[in-house]
Antibody
């Protein structure tokens, strides 16, 4: 059973960079054909794709966030990471890491709340 | 604005059946059989309930079923139970985004 766990600061100051890590257990991050993804959800709102990294290392980002987002993978630690720069209050949300196959997101982390505030 | 349109809320009584719709376009829902449905209880992560329009992952109750007609996909929950009260999101593969998938805005299901 694949499990994902987000970790990182719960509070980030405006204009700084949000950094989160997702640790994958129960399977190798470099095996299979999966997209390791980041999705966020502002309080009381819907789900928003941030971006993803493929097993090969190629990435795709939400166009609305592309200029501020970097997703990377560390296969030696079975982790992948999210960096979102120049954050504002609008970036306050629960951030989920997830595994996506060709047609669906099948495993999700429990989510971590990140608040942007001074 | 979400790419897929869902009703904001639906409700039903225990034992009844309800259906949640998810409307897209020929570039997403109508063009591919890659619609998924997720259940999300308050404070919890989404849980995959249906994938590829009508397939249930192992462990998901057969009270949950999915279908599609044209540009609209539907999630039906039969024999409604109190624990079904949650938010439900649809998602579809899309040819209109580099991320390949889009979400619906979500539907709040209330069990009366």
């Amino acid at each position: 059973q694949v499990q994902l766990q987000e970790s990182g600061p719960g509070l980030v100051k405006p204009s700084q960079t949000l950094s989160l890590t997702c640790t994958v257990s129960g399977g190798s991050i470099s095996s299979g054909s999966y997209y390791w993804s980041w999705i966020r959800q502002p309080a009381g709102k819907g789900l928003e794709w941030i971006g993803r990294i493929y097993t090969s290392g190629s990435t795709n980002y939400n166009p609305s966030l592309k200029s501020r987002v970097t997703i990377s993978v560390d296969t030696s630690k079975n982790q992948f990471s999210l960096k979102l720069s120049s954050v504002t209050a609008a970036d306050t949300a629960v951030y989920y890491c997830a595994r996506a196959g060709r047609t669906t997101v099948d495993y999700w982390g429990q989510g971590t709340l990140v608040t942007v505030s001074s | 604005q979400s790419a897929l349109t869902q009703p904001a809320s639906v409700s039903g009584s225990p034992g009844q059946s309800i259906t949640i719709s998810c409307t897209g376009t020929s570039s997403d829902v109508g063009g591919y059989n890659y619609v998924s449905w997720y259940q999300q209880h308050p404070g919890k992560a989404p849980k995959l309930m249906i994938y590829d329009v009508s397939n249930r992952p192992s462990g998901v109750s057969n009270r949950f079923s999915g279908s599609k007609s044209g540009n609209t996909a539907s999630l039906t929950i039969s024999g409604l139970q109190a624990e079904d009260e949650a938010d439900y999101y649809c998602s579809s593969y899309t040819s209109s985004s580099t991320l390949d998938w889009v979400f619906g805005g979500g539907t709040k299901l209330t069990v009366l």
